[in-house]
Every structure is written in structure tokens, then in C-alpha cells.
């Protein structure tokens, strides 16, 4: 994968299309390449150029340059995938998921110029109380070196993660388990860098009265993580903003709903 310099961040990406520049943001502790999956053929298949990254946390730092876990702010994400797009000829679409979401959000915000129509899944101007505990349990488990057996963790990330809908599914709930079974292991520091990304997160939503591009927000119905209520509030504190809420969708809705969800990221790209 080309590698891009950005400050002590080699940020690896990918590039794949022809036509509008479009953006995807990954959620915390996630490669870009999730997006392969779904997401990207089908943006290409539309004819767009579309870009993929491995975020800070996930693409290598220095490893003098932290201790512990490498330290960084949501301005330092908003900042690399500023830097990306302008590295490939900007502006860009850009759609990101969590907090992904936010570093979209924040990038409208801060930098219209680089973006042309912006679509955050699972967004969130705010966290709730269950959240903020949720992720607070999570950066303990690093710090205290605890790592929980895999089958125990992947039927929790499945409840957290998934819908009922999914879960019901024998078969499905199987395939899922194993995956995530597969990829259980000890929290790599990168992620539990970003993760005090997301325990620093201020209440923005006053803020985003000031975004002026053009934004679609997903909810997913049965999102536990970023419960849909997170994501109206974001809808309604940006003028014009578009909210559309997809049933049978945890916060995986992606990768569980794809046709759904690329279904409307490209009816709303295709509004430009």
C-alpha cells in the first residue's frame, strides 16, 4: 500500500476508481480495508475514485514517539484525513462510521474546502453515560493488561455490535462468531489510543450549527454502541441536514445492511 508522511504518522492507504474522490473514515480499532468488503465496489462500480486508510493508531508510528499507547486528539485524526485528501487532489466526498463519524463531522467543520458532500454512520455529537462507561471498561482492560478469552469476547462484541435481526440467525450468528472469535486477542496500543480519543470527545452538537456542507446521517436501529438517538441529534443540529434510520442494523449495519446503506450514500452523492 502507498504510504503518505504525515508529521511522525506514516498513514497507509489505497486508492482504487475513477471519477469524484471519495473518502471512507474508519471507526475505532478498525482497518481501512473493512470497507473492501461492501462499501468500495460498490462506489466504484458508480464510478467514483475511492480511498481507503488505515487510521492513526492503526497505520505505524515511531515507536519512540509514545509510551504506553501512542497519545493523540481528534484534531490529529481530522488533521490526517485533511492531509490525505489534499495529497490526492481534494476536494473529496467523505464517509466515515463512529468515530469515523466524528473525524467527518469535525473535518466539515473545520474544513469545507476539502469536502464536497460528507455522510457520518453511527454519528454522534455527544456520548452517553453508557457509552463513556463502555469505553472507560474498554481502556482499562489495556492498562491493566487483561485480556479476555476469545469466544467470551467475540459473543460480547456480537451483542454489542450486531443486530437481533442477525443474532437470530443461526447461521449467520455462527459466521460472525467465528470472525470475531479469529480476530479476539489483546487490545493493541494504537487502539487504545484512539480510544481516549473517544474519552476525551467534547458535547460538539452547538458547534455543528456551523456546518454548511451537505450532510446525511445513518442511524442503525439497533445500534448499542451509538444508540440512533446520538445520530438524530447530530441531524438536527446541522442546518439541513438529512437523517435516515435503517431497521435491522447494529452498529455493524455496514457490513449487515450493505445494500441498504450503500444504497443511500450513493443516492446522496449522486444529489451533487
Known amino acids: 500500500m502507498p504510504v503518505l508522511a504525515v508529521g511522525d504518522l506514516d498513514l497507509t492507504y489505497d486508492v482504487v476508481g475513477d471519477g469524484d474522490l471519495v473518502v471512507l473514515v474508519m471507526g475505532t480499532g478498525a482497518k481501512g480495508n473493512v470497507w473492501t468488503l461492501h462499501q468500495v465496489p460498490a462506489l466504484v462500480g458508480a464510478g467514483y475514485r475511492v ?46 462510521t463512529s468515530l469515523g463519524a466524528r473525524v467527518v463531522q469535525e473535518l466539515a467543520l473545520s474544513r469545507p474546502e476539502l469536502v464536497r458532500r460528507a455522510v457520518a454512520m453511527a454519528a454522534h455529537g455527544r456520548l452517553d453515560e453508557v457509552n463513556r462507561r463502555l469505553t472507560a471498561g474498554e481502556r482499562q482492560l489495556f492498562d491493566t493488561s487483561v485480556a479476555l478469552p476469545a469466544e467470551f469476547k467475540a459473543a460480547i462484541d456480537a451483542i454489542l ?50 456546518i454548511t456542507k451537505p450532510l446525511l446521517v445513518i442511524g442503525f436501529a439497533d445500534d448499542r454502541m451509538i444508540p440512533a438517538f446520538l445520530c438524530r441529534e447530530v441531524a438536527d443540529a446541522v442546518p439541513g441536514a438529512q437523517y435516515v434510520e435503517v431497521p435491522d442494523a447494529g452498529h455493524f449495519g455496514y457490513l449487515e445492511q450493505p445494500e441498504k446503506v450503500n444504497q443511500l450514500i450513493l443516492d446522496f452523492l449522486a444529489e451533487s
Open 51 to 96: 480511498a481507503t486508510f488505515d487510521a492513526r493508531g492503526i497505520s505505524p508510528l515511531p515507536r519512540q514517539a509514545y509510551t504506553g499507547f501512542p497519545r493523540m486528539t481528534i484534531n490529529d485524526l481530522v488533521h490526517d484525513v485533511a492531509q490525505l485528501i489534499e495529497h490526492l487532489g481534494g476536494p473529496a466526498h467523505v464517509v466515515g
Open 161 to 210: 455490535n450486531l443486530s437481533p435481526a442477525t443474532l437470530s440467525d443461526t447461521a449467520k450468528a455462527r459466521d460472525w462468531l467465528d470472525v470475531l472469535a479469529f480476530s479476539a486477542g489483546p487490545m493493541d496500543a494504537g487502539v487504545r489510543g484512539q480510544l481516549e480519543v473517544s474519552a476525551e470527545l467534547e458535547n460538539r452538537l452547538a458547534a455543528y450549527s456551523a
